[in-house]
Each structure stands twice: as structure tokens, then as C-alpha cells.
């Protein structure tokens, strides 16, 4: 290896002649001076320029500066502050659980009238910050801001009622499905109906938008994709069911729905190829109605299902290849799936049940399926969840006629992922650190 050429180190340059010195290395018969005056005049000098400073006192090159004893304080105090701080974070772990699960809710509201139907989906709360929920004949808004309730609609005549309401991804409009087959659209701000549509002919149990397609699933047992910009709204129509439509979501991304049956049969479908009726997956691992359908917001292609009484599993599905990745036995009915945002976990609302978890809220840890804890007061089985816009209170409606509010999934922790470890605590990491 080549070295680069630099210059020596000199401690003074100020009283060097170097045009004489340049001189003697060039000159070919270089003469000197012998005058053992200048010889002796030119020692001195050296002598003084290495051994004193500009100001006359002494000096010595490539000192130690600074005590030793203080420089090993101060490294051993630094020692002393990590093993503070890391015997308070161990403290605090043992003391204090991963995160607080509350033992109760938040918030009672009463709800008259609230049908104990399995399959209906009767509750949304949009970004707007505002819960829509049907009761019976009649559809409330509730605004959490305020606590202002409105009631936006009621269906006159004792055989219809609203079975599916959904908002719509920038809730600016409302979608409501109805016992006898209707569905509407709703502009909220100024409680007026803007357009039915049209195409089935049973109840409408399920609702989700894509966009600006909205899609239904019925007890006539099709799947109907509405483009609400256009006059003539049907975009496509699937019959691939073999019994009521129960349970409709769309990705994240919006490239693939997922829609179960009452036949007991799960189907991926990708919106490209809708129109052709052709499905990307056909799973039947359940058995029994598949309506708590969720999609993971962490990862893309895996999808949560939730099996009716005669089931009672959790099945989390990798949506590219088709299969079965963990599977749960809740040993209760499934009757919603609400993934937390904010750490990996995934909460299911339970209804009936011959051993356990009645009426329960359970909440796993992903991709563990490991239970983290349960809540529960509902008196009667829960039929919906809902999930609040900033990803930290779940709703549930309970044939009981209440909503009751869980604060189950925040807050989020500081950092990225699931980190524990403050700025602070990062800072004053109490591992082995290479350099000091």
C-alpha cells in the first residue's frame, strides 16, 4: 500500500530560513558556515524553540491535557447514569403491562329498537367523525365531537327497515341497505337522499365502497358493483354465491374484495377481472356463515375471517396463495373483526356460544393468535363492530340495546413498531457502546 506523501510535523516554521534552507538541499557544493559561534548561537536557539512556548515557558510536545483521575469520573459517571436508567426501564417493565387493557367501557349509549340480526350490518362511523347506526325503522347520526344526536331517516310501514349502512370513504355520502331490497345514497350535511339504485331483489345485509364504486350483497344471493357516477349505475353483477350474501370488504389498496356467504364459502376476487365473474380464490374451510371479514392493515395480502356458531374460528388467509395461515377456535359465534392500527392485534365480537367467550370481546395478539385479554358486558350477543376514525376506540351494538365504547387499541407507542424505549432511554442506551 502506498503511503501519501505529506509534509513532517515542525513545531515552529516562524524562525526557519527556507530559501537558505532550499539552497543547501539544491545547491551541488554547498558550503557551511563553521563558525563555531554560529554553531553554538544556532543550538541555543534550538534548544529554546522545542523546549519553550511563544511566551518563554517551558512546554512539552504531545502532552497529556486534562487529569486522568477526572477523565475516568467522567466515564464511570456516564456508567453509573446507564445502569440508573436501565434498572428504572426494568422496573417499569415488570411493574407495568405491555399496554393497559381497560376492564370496562368508555361509554354506555342506549340504542331502542336495535335488531338482534346476525346478519345485518347496521353501524359506520366515517372520518367525519360521525357514528351512523340503524335502529329498527330509523337511522341516527351521532356526532362524538359534540354528542349531537340526528336522526337522518325513518321507513314508514312495519316490512322494511335499514339492514346495512356504510359511509363512504370520504364520508361525504351515506349508503343504506334495506330489508325489501333498496339501496340508497344519503348526503348527510343536508339530510336529503341524492339516488336509489337498483339491481337486487332481497335484502341487503352488506355494504363496501371502493372509490367511487359501491358494492352490495344481497339474500339473492349476488354481489352488484354500482359506479355512483353514472346513470346507469351497474357496473357488474356476480352470481358465484350459493346463499345470502353476509359479509363484503374491499382491500386497502382496492384491488381485491373479499365477500362470505351463508353457504359457508369464502371468495377473494380481483377488481380487474369482476366483470367476468371469475374469482381469485374459492376457500370453504369455514362452517358456518362467513360475515366478520377483515383485512390486515400491515400487511396487504392477509385477510381475517370469523365463522357463525357452528364455526366459531378465527382464520387468517395469505390472499396470494390461497391458503390458511393460523386458525383460532374461538368456540363462540364470530360476529365482527376489528384489526388494532396501532400495535399487531386483532379484536373479534362473540354472540352465542355453548362453552365460552359469550357475548365477549377477545383481543389476540398477531401473528401469535395468542389471547391478550377479553372484554364484556353486553348482556346479550354483540352483532356489529365499528372502529373510530383515529384507530383507538371500537363500538360495539349489542342485542341488549346498547353501544358501548371500548378505548381497546391505544394509544399508539412512541417509535416505530411496538419499540418501548423512550429518546431518553435510546439516548442513554445502558448496552456496551464500541467508542467512548
Avoid at 288 to 317: E, M, R, T
Avoid at 343 to 349: A, P, V
Wanted: proline fraction near 3%; aromatic fraction near 8%; hydrophobic fraction near 35%.
Amino acid at each position: 500500500m502506498k503511503c501519501k506523501k505529506g509534509d513532517r510535523f515542525l513545531p515552529n516554521r516562524c524562525l526557519m530560513d527556507l530559501d537558505k534552507a532550499h539552497t543547501l538541499l539544491t545547491s551541488k557544493t554547498p558550503q557551511f558556515n563553521t563558525s563555531s559561534n554560529f554553531n553554538q548561537a544556532y543550538r541555543q536557539k534550538l534548544i529554546e524553540n522545542l523546549s519553550l512556548d511563544s511566551q518563554g515557558r517551558p512546554f512539552k510536545i504531545m502532552v497529556f491535557r486534562g487529569s486522568p483521575k477526572s477523565s475516568r469520573k467522567s466515564i464511570r459517571f456516564v456508567d453509573e447514569l446507564r445502569q440508573e436508567v436501565a434498572a428504572i426501564f426494568e422496573k417499569d417493565c415488570k411493574q407495568t403491562p405491555y399496554r393497559c387493557i381497560p376492564k370496562g367501557e368508555k361509554r354506555v349509549l342506549d340504542a331502542p329498537r336495535l335488531r338482534n340480526d346476525y346478519y345485518s350490518n347496521i353501524m359506520s362511523w366515517g372520518i367525519n367523525n360521525i357514528l351512523a347506526v340503524a335502529l329498527g325503522p330509523e337511522l341516527y347520526l351521532w356526532n362524538s365531537e359534540d354528542q349531537a344526536v340526528h336522526k337522518l331517516l325513518q321507513v314508514r310501514g312495519g316490512n322494511d327497515w335499514p339492514t346495512s349502512v356504510t359511509w363512504s370513504e370520504d364520508a361525504s355520502t351515506l349508503a343504506v341497505g334495506y330489508m325489501c331490497s333498496n339501496l340508497q345514497l344519503w348526503d348527510v350535511e343536508s339530510s336529503k337522499l341524492i339516488r336509489s339504485l337498483q339491481g337486487h331483489s332481497g335484502r341487503i345485509a352488506s355494504t363496501a365502497w371502493n372509490g367511487h364504486i359501491l358494492t352490495s350483497g344481497s339474500r339473492d344471493k349476488s354481489i352488484i358493483n354500482h359506479d355512483v357516477r353514472a346513470a346507469n349505475s351497474l357496473a357488474s353483477c356476480i352470481k358465484r354465491h350459493a346463499d345470502e350474501v353476509c359479509g363484503l370488504k374491499w382491500s386497502t389498496e382496492g384491488n381485491r374484495l373479499a365477500s362470505g356467504g351463508n353457504e359457508n364459502l369464502l371468495y377473494i376476487w380481483e377488481a380487474s377481472k369482476m366483470s367476468s365473474s371469475k374469482f381469485l380464490h374459492r376457500l370453504s374451510d369455514h362452517c358456518a356463515a362467513v360475515k366478520a371479514l377483515a383485512w390486515c392493515p400491515y400487511q396487504n395480502n392477509v385477510l381475517a375471517s370469523g365463522g357463525g356458531l357452528s364455526d366459531g374460528c378465527i382464520k387468517i388467509w395469505n390472499t396470494e396463495k390461497g391458503i390458511c395461515i393460523n386458525n383460532i377456535e374461538t368456540k363462540a359465534q364470530i360476529c365482527g373483526l376489528e384489526w388494532n392500527r396501532h400495535h399487531k392485534e386483532i379484536l373479534s365480537g362473540h354472540g352465542y356460544s355453548i362453552r365460552e367467550n359469550q357475548n365477549k370481546l377477545c383481543l389476540w395478539r398477531y401473528p401469535s393468535m395468542t389471547k391478550v385479554g377479553e372484554l364484556g358486558n353486553h348482556k346479550s350477543r354483540i352483532i356489529n363492530l365499528c372502529q373510530s376514525p383515529d384507530g383507538i376506540t371500537v363500538i360495539s351494538a349489542g342485542a341488549d340495546e346498547t353501544l358501548r365504547f371500548w378505548d381497546v387499541f391505544g394509544p399508539p407507542t412512541a417509535g416505530a413498531g411496538n419499540s418501548m424505549v423512550s429518546d431518553l432511554q435510546g439516548l442513554l442506551s445502558f448496552r456496551t457502546s464500541l467508542l467512548r
